[in-house]
């Protein structure tokens, strides 16, 4: 028999893992709920009633033992590797320091189904896909297990990821590693991959589509660009004021419930090292912004100290930060505004397909009305396409006629 573990509220459960991976029973397993989000179920059958999955859960207790106020820097790599990251590309600079220690690295992929899945990789060719923010949960699967059998066997590792899920591994290893660097995201929070498979499939044809990738920097580091590639060589740009789902991310629209209120948000941070985009910078400075994107660094403790100064030379640009700046202009406060109508979203979603629900709940209009839009846009890009396709099988004789009658007019 299956029931809900209910180690803490659904406000406060962040789907972060540690419940599932320190079972000793294999009891716990994270099942997707009413709107998508993935809570733990306990298989009763199995459970010895060790209370393991309570001690480990961090939204009952948020571990605090990093610094209060934390050390701020505002820095970037080489511009290479900038273009292929979301902000300064600090992550490939911690993550390059522990590969060449021999260890290993673990953070976020996008995978052949379009899956945000944790991986771990230990050759730095390895690194380019888990760059870049990709704006859905991921699964951790049992990433904590895995590291704690690598830093067993010696080895170095850095484990990259959102605040709760570091505060999870934390508290799943229960001491202090020499040899683990745990680096933590500013986090506005996360949509579900329930979401993020229902606006690709609304989208894009599914077989169609070869590439998706978040925060493209095309056109300047401050744009929220995506850009999906398509099998047949066609690319289509996204950006937060077109596309609904960097539409809904940003307005906080289908944010995980456990997001409005995050206790991991702000200091004691969970990170050794967290990395952010450093907003605002030019209110501060404007000589240390830069178009290809500026991190933001907080050092949470001495170990963080101590490995900064090592990658220091491998960096383009570093400046301290007054702490307080930083600490106002970003997500590092708890609370966070959520879109009005988050619960209409979902209201509807249990109806209508992803698309129709959250323009209705983005504009604030009824279904009808966006289903009657969406029939008109849709005969409109008919007539567009059929006058397009007539035009290019006409000959050219025809054409020139057809313009002096209407000229002649
Ligand atoms: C869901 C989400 C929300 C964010 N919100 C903010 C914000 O409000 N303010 C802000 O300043 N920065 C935010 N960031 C962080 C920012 O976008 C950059 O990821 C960060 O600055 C690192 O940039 P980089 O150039 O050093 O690394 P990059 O090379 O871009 O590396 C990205 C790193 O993020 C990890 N990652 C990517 N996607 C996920 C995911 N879904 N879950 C866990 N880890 C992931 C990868 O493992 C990798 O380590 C957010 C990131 C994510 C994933
Ligand atoms: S450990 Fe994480 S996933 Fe498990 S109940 Fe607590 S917050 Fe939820
Ligand atoms: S009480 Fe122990 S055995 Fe039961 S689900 Fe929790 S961790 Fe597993
Ligand atoms: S906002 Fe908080 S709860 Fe939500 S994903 Fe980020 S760290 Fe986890």
Redesign the pocket.
Known sequence: MNRD?RIVSEEQCTGCGA?EN???????ALKEGKEGFHYPV??TS?????????EVCPGLKKPDTNRRIPKCRAAYGEDEIRRESSSGAVFTLLSEYVLEKGGAVYGVVLDEQFQAIHVRVTRKEELAPLRRSKYVQSNVGFAYRQIKEDLKAGSWVLFSGTPCQNAALRKFLGKEEERLLQVDLVCHGVPSQKSFDAYLKETYPKAELKEFLFRIKDAGHNCMVSRATLKDGTVISNTADTDLYEKGFHQSLFLRKSCEVCPFAEPPRQGDVTIGDFWKLEEYNPAFTDPLGVSLVFLNNEKADHIWAEIRPKLKFDEPIPPEFALSHNRVTARIDIHPNRERFFELWQEECFSVAARAALEGRSVREIKQQRQRELWEDRKRNLSGRVKRVLPQQVKDIGKKILKKK
Request: charged letters at 20%; hydrophobic letters at 35%.
């Open positions: 573990i419940c320190i079972c000793p029973m294999d009891a716990v306990i298989q199995r459970c010895i009633q060790c209370g393991k999955c309570k």
